[in-house]
T-cell receptor, first 112, second 113 residues
Framework: KAGVTQTPRYLIKTRGQQVTLSCSPI?????VSWYQQTPGQGLQFLFE???????NKGNFPGRFSGRQFSNSRSEMNVSTLELGDSALYLC???????????FGSGTRLTVV | DQQVKQNSPSLSVQEGRISILNCDYTNSMFDYFLWYKKYPAEGPTFLISISSIKDKNEDGRFTVFLNKSAKHLSLHIVPSQPGDSAVYFC????????????FGTGTSLTVIP
């Protein structure tokens, strides 16, 4: 069974640009969540999508957005990038409303 | 506001001894807790979980203890092995908010051979 796939693995962007990250969940998993990991902050919840609808949202500015497609794949978009957006972005999937996630390996975003 | 806290950023333990990783939380609505293990350049891997109806859950060398009155949980690894060296995150959620987990900042465990 394939795991959670995140692309790209690494990304370098310039301040002010926008970026789109992709996440393919485990087959059959309908819930996809996104987290930002920065040193000293642990994993901060961004949002969760279930059946193409945003079900939960963390405390991030509107520059961070996401969507989920009918095949449960999800994308996350960050507009007007700031230096502080440099982080590891992790996606996790789970089946329906069951607890617990399987994480992808993440996308390392560097903003210069 | 950090609702889940891991106050020890790092821990070193001799191989074969017990590793104890601690986690505190502030939200009394949390009723499900997990521990994840993370190696560099990889995503976190699920290790063990516990729901608030239990005070202990064991899986091989790993045991999680939950003290609801103290809002404290701990992960015990016995015996510790060098391959256990990684960053360990605890996470908590509430059945009210479903699939939104609050993570601690992690504890880096080093098991010395």
């Amino acid at each position: 069974k394939a795991g959670v796939t995140q692309t790209p693995r690494y990304l370098i962007k310039t301040r002010g640009q926008q970026v789109t990250l992709s996440c393919s969940p485990i087959s059959g998993h309908r819930s996809v969540s996104w987290y930002q990991q920065t040193p000293g902050q642990g994993l901060q919840f961004l949002f969760e999508y279930f059946s193409e609808t945003q079900r939960n949202k963390g405390n991030f500015p509107g520059r961070f957005s996401g969507r989920q497609f009918s095949n449960s794949r999800s994308e996350m978009n960050v507009s007007t990038l700031e230096l502080g957006d440099s982080a590891l972005y992790l996606c996790a999937s789970s089946p329906d409303n069951n607890y617990g996630y399987t994480f992808g390996s993440g996308t390392r975003l560097t903003v210069v | 506001d950090q609702q889940v806290k891991q106050n020890s950023p790092s821990l070193s333990v001799q191989e074969g001894r017990i590793s104890i990783l601690n986690c505190d939380y502030t939200n009394s609505m949390f009723d499900y807790f997990l521990w994840y293990k993370k190696y560099p350049a990889e995503g976190p891997t699920f290790l063990i979980s516990i729901s608030s109806i239990k005070d202990k859950n064991e899986d091989g060398r790993f045991t999680v203890f939950l003290n609801k009155s103290a809002k404290h949980l701990s992960l015990h690894i016995v015996p510790s092995q060098p391959g256990d060296s990684a960053v360990y995150f605890c996470a908590a959620s509430s059945s009210v908010t479903g699939n939104q987990f609050y993570f601690g900042t992690g504890t880096s465990l080093t098991v010395i051979p």
